[in-house]
């Protein structure tokens, strides 16, 4: 039986590749709307962070994932992501 190879992304907090699965996507669709994408198909352009509050709390001090998706994210975007951080 051939192994299934296994889609890793780079979390904007930590900088750490993981498996796709483990981690929130915040996805800036081609019209330019932001949105938290847990099933990780929704398209346009992506940015990666690991559940995990401290990973949040680094990539909003350093802007990272502003830089990633090419945009400004506003606090509403960030306080949702820490919700469903807390929730998992």
């Known amino acids: 039986m051939k192994t299934r190879k296994i889609p890793m992304r780079m979390c ?3 900088m750490e590749m993981k498996p796709k699965k483990e ?7 081609p019209e330019g709307e932001l949105s938290i994408d ?4 929704k398209p ?9 509050v401290e ?4 990539a909003i001090k350093t802007k990272r994932i ?3 998706l090419e945009t400004s994210v506003d606090e509403e ?5 820490k919700e469903e951080i807390i929730n998992e």
Do not use: H
């Not at 981690?23 to 669709?29: F, Q």
């Not at 346009?44 to 995990?52: P, S």
């Not at 975007?77 to 992501?81: A, P, T």
């Open 66 to 68: 502003n830089k990633n």
């Open 23 to 29: 981690l929130i996507r915040i996805v800036k669709s």
């Open 77 to 81: 975007i960030y306080k949702r992501l």
């Open 12 to 14: 904007n907090g930590c």
């Open 55 to 58: 990973c949040l709390d680094k």
């Open 44 to 52: 346009g352009r992506g940015a990666y962070i690991c559940k995990n």
């Open 38 to 41: 847990l099933t990780g198909k």
